[in-house]
């Protein structure tokens, strides 16, 4: 079982950058990922991280401005956000899962944060 909590989101201009973080707690040694979720929209995929082996992924729409990383000693993955976009708005989850591929399904995590919201005004 693990416990995720992420950072309290905000409210950016257009062009600016935030930093998320979530940190689990319980087991840990997951892969973990980022999901976000907009306005009558389906929760989508923003980037991952394996477990054991680091490999990272991320959707084609952030790649390049966004980057995910972990701090293995505190058991935090944090997803900095650069150049953000209004289409950036959402509420964004932290996920885990058990296996140690970073997919990019949502029904492939096993565990969830319970979201923050972020908001680029443009």
């Known amino acids: 079982q693990v416990q995720l909590v992420e950072s309290v989101g905000s409210t950016v201009q257009a062009g600016g950058s935030l930093t998320l973080s979530c940190e689990a707690s319980g087991r840990t040694r997951y892969t973990m990922g980022w999901f976000?979720?907009?306005p009558g929209k389906e929760r989508g995929f923003?980037?991952?991280?394996?477990?054991?082996g680091g490999g990272i992924n991320y959707a084609d729409s952030v790649d390049g401005r966004?980057?995910?990383?972990?701090?293995n000693t505190k058991n935090i993955v944090y997803l900095r956000m650069t150049k953000l976009k209004p289409e950036d708005t959402a509420v964004y989850f932290c996920a885990a899962r058990r296996g140690g591929v970073a997919t990019t399904f949502a029904n492939t995590y096993?565990?969830?944060?319970?979201?923050?919201?972020?908001?680029?005004?443009?």
């Open 110 to 122: 096993d565990y969830w944060g319970q979201g923050t919201q972020v908001t680029v005004s443009s």
């Open 36 to 38: 976000r979720q907009a």
């Open 46 to 52: 923003v980037a991952a991280v394996s477990w054991p």
């Open 66 to 71: 966004f980057t995910i990383s972990t701090d």
